[in-house]
């Protein structure tokens, strides 16, 4: 039997903490060199058993201001599905954010789609197509 969404989430923050997000008014929000990456996790239902979802944001201090809102106020915003196993889509996660450290690593990030259906604006595709 599927964990509850309240049991699903603490092993999601303890997973996110441990590799290194720390909380930011509300919100997990991980440094990886000149960017942050902001997490946060959203069910598709109240249901016990709905299936999570990350809602991940990333910004740069170029692009002002910074989120105040968690992921959905960054100008990169994606969504990625948790899958059974939170504890390694945590990990995966960390995995799949961790080496974008710049501008230039997150250009590529976006170029090679990494982040599926990642949505950017405007400000930071002017950063991205300046360096």
Known sequence: MTADQKSRRAAITKALK????????????LQTGDLFWYV???AD???????LVFEVGGWL???SPEPEGGAIDCPLLADVRVGEDVTEAA???L??????TD???LRAFIQQGALTGALVDQSL?????EG
Do not use: N, Y
């Open 40 to 42: 946060d996790v959203r």
């Open 103 to 105: 501008v230039t690593a």
């Open 91 to 93: 990990a995966e996660l």
């Open 18 to 29: 441990a590799g290194g997000a720390k909380p930011r008014k509300g919100h997990l929000r």
């Open 61 to 63: 201090p170029a692009v």
């Open 125 to 129: 595709r002017a950063v991205l197509e």
């Open 95 to 100: 995995a799949l954010l961790s080496p974008v």
């Open 45 to 51: 239902s109240p249901a016990p058993t709905a299936a």
